[in-house]
């Protein structure tokens, strides 16, 4: 990716040294999130796909929000949200077909969010269910204003149904609206 920074260049690339390491151990067959850095906390997926938050300057250790389904989370990481006081800071992302909320500072989970902490993503489809395999997309969504914008993957080859964008309310975690597609 580009930077317009000036501080590392041709000539002393070769100087640089690696400051700290985070093992992100076993996690699923590749590795493909991006970590996100939020004044000075790095948030990122870590061993068993669990969510990690990290001091970014030195790698330490802050907080381990435990899945629980190593195997479930979706690959691309996760989405911060914060209020416009920066009182209420959340983490966003989705596991097993479910959008969960967790608290940025502590990497508990946030009880008053959907149904304590998670929102089904196969309920409100305009279908049964049961009959959805797989609703969450592998990105972690967007974030506009209280909004998470959110895709989905339901399914693969050419028969599988439509896909939805869906913009969820980031504070009651209530669906807001669907664009059928």
């Given at each position: 990716?580009?930077?317009?920074?000036?501080?590392?260049?041709?000539?002393?690339?070769?100087q640089l040294k690696q400051a700290w390491f985070?093992?992100?151990?076993?996690?699923?067959?590749?590795?493909?999130?991006?970590?996100?850095?939020?004044?000075d906390v790095m948030y990122v997926v870590g061993k068993d796909n669990n969510i990690v938050a990290l001091?970014?300057?030195t790698g330490k250790?802050?907080?381990?929000?435990?899945?629980?389904?190593?195997?479930?989370?979706?690959?691309r990481g996760v989405t911060y949200w914060e209020s416009k006081d920066r009182s209420d800071r959340r983490i966003l992302f989705t596991m097993n077909n479910m959008l969960t909320a967790i608290d940025a500072?502590?990497?508990?989970t946030i009880d008053s969010f959907g149904e304590h902490g998670f929102v089904d993503l196969k309920v409100?489809?305009?279908?049964?269910?049961?009959?959805?395999?797989?609703i969450e997309s592998p990105t972690p969504g967007k974030i506009f204003d209280n909004l998470l914008?959110?895709?989905?993957?339901?399914?693969?080859?050419?028969?599988?149904?439509?896909?939805?964008?869906?913009?969820?309310?980031?504070?009651?975690?209530?669906?807001?609206?669907q664009f059928h597609t």
């Open positions: 990716q580009y930077s317009s920074l000036k501080q590392i260049n041709r000539s002393n690339v070769m985070f093992p992100a151990g076993n996690n699923g067959f590749r590795y493909g999130s991006n970590p996100i850095i939020v004044d001091n970014a300057g250790l802050i907080w381990v929000h435990d899945n629980q389904h190593p195997r479930s989370m979706s690959n500072r502590t990497g508990k409100g489809l305009g279908r049964d269910p049961k009959t959805v395999r797989q914008l959110l895709g989905s993957a339901p399914g693969e080859g050419y028969d599988s149904p439509p896909g939805d964008l869906r913009a969820y309310n980031v504070i009651t975690g209530k669906k807001v609206w």
